[in-house]
């Protein structure tokens, strides 16, 4: 019958709602991202494959995506944000005054933030080269890290809150040229390593994703996009960072780990993009806004089901309104040079669940007791070897009406 031409892929919901049709070179890898799913519904796949004879038979599957995850949506959360040497705390809704939080010592201006949501921290850093961690219970600082022990400027933060890692970026400045860095501490500011050390440009909006295995930042310099490196909890061989998306002007990064995606800002399109961890997936986010007002953003966060960004001189969100996306901004935060933004509440940082089962499952019985051995749930082809899988496992063994179990079994 000749070479295979392409793929096929049809899908629709069981309710007949929503179809859809794509086609799939057959020389490309083997794999599809569907995007824009519900959740809790259920879809069925249909996959035919093509040559110059025509189109073969279809083999059909039917899939249900999970529900939605509880309390994303609960509007509770508030933002944290800088304006200088000082850290803010924003309610969600436009008429919310700020509250002041912090002030970085020496007026040094705040260069970058970052939060562990389950320990109630804040990561700062500033331009005197320190960064400090600020417990948002007592309001109590401390410096955990000094230029003295950096060697350069630190700049942008993000938390690993799965493995309980602070990343930065530092700006090292030598006489022939600048260079910026990728680093690791513990989260009290211990033991820090270097994780990559030759990027040529500013790492910005650099995003930690333990949930699928990955380190994200942007680059709005050489190599203009978005960048994608490895994760490693044992600090073996991380690779080079891969260039997932190359826009020319992309603004801002969100995390969107579950839905195996992040969201970054086109300001050049002026809107928001979803993009899948491969980077074979586009979406534009918000194509149905009246009158977007992305060209300017510096800093974006999402949080239940909204995005909320500062372009340097307000902050803005957004409002949705018969299918029509409406841009508002904070009355009271008009004419604030506002700098990096972030998102405080515990869905921005979820714990993941197996999406498969073990496997392998082996029993070897004696007289009195038996030795169980399985390998754990494989990863979903999309995420990271580095992906967060140290799970707990449930053991159950049934002889007639007994049953013995066994839980909180570790690898």
Not at 34 to 43: F, I, R, W
Not at 137 to 146: A, P, Q, V, W
Not at 166 to 179: G, N, R, T, W
Not at 242 to 255: E, N
Request: with cysteine; aromatic share 10%.
């Amino acid at each position: 019958g000749g070479d295979l031409i392409s793929y096929t892929l049809y899908s629709k919901d069981t309710q007949e709602k929503h179809e859809m049709r794509a086609n799939i070179d057959a020389n490309s890898e083997r794999r599809y991202i569907l995007s824009e799913l519900s959740a809790n519904t259920t879809y069925l796949l249909n996959l035919t494959s093509t040559n110059h004879r025509g189109e073969g038979p279809a083999i059909v599957v039917k899939v249900t995506t999970y529900p939605s995850a509880p309390a994303v949506d609960d509007g509770q959360g508030y933002l944290l944000l800088t304006s200088g040497p000082s850290l803010l705390k924003l309610g969600l809704e436009i008429m919310e005054t700020p509250t002041h939080l912090y002030n970085s010592s020496g007026q040094h201006n705040i260069t970058g933030i970052a939060v562990h949501i389950p320990l109630n921290i804040v990561y700062i850093s500033d331009t005197s080269g320190s960064i400090y961690q600020l417990l948002l219970s007592t309001y109590k600082h401390r410096i955990l890290l000094t230029q003295h022990h950096i060697h350069g400027y630190p700049l942008s933060l993000s938390v690993d809150w799965l493995y309980g890692y602070l990343y930065y970026i530092v700006h090292i400045e030598s006489p022939k040229d600048q260079m910026w860095q990728l680093w690791r501490c513990d989260l009290m500011g211990k033991n820090p390593i270097l994780i990559y050390g030759e990027l040529q440009y500013e790492a910005k909006h650099l995003q930690v994703d333990p949930y699928n295995g990955y380190i994200w930042w942007i680059s709005e310099d050489l190599d203009k996009g978005l960048h994608r490196l490895n994760l490693n909890d044992e600090f073996l061989e991380v690779g080079q960072p891969m260039t997932v998306l190359r826009a020319s002007d992309l603004g801002g990064l969100v995390l969107d780990p579950p839905n195996f995606q992040v969201l970054v800002a086109d300001r050049k399109n002026n809107t928001m993009l979803a993009v899948s961890l491969d980077g074979t997936s586009v979406t534009n986010l918000r194509a149905n806004t009246q009158q977007a007002f992305f060209k300017q953003l510096r800093s974006v966060v999402h949080l239940n089901s909204r995005f909320f960004w500062a372009d340097g001189n307000e902050v803005l969100t957004e409002e949705l309104n018969n299918g029509t996306f409406y841009h508002n901004s904070y009355l009271v935060m008009k004419g604030v040079n506002i700098g990096c933004l972030v998102a405080f509440h515990g869905s921005t940082q979820p714990v993941p669940v197996p999406l498969n089962p073990p496997s392998n499952l082996q029993a070897v019985f004696t007289r009195r007791s038996a030795t169980l051995s399985w390998d754990s749930p494989g990863l979903p082809a999309l995420m990271g070897s580095g992906a967060w899988q140290k799970w707990k496992y449930e053991m159950h063994i049934q002889e007639g009406q007994k049953i013995i179990y066994r839980k909180n079994i570790s690898d």
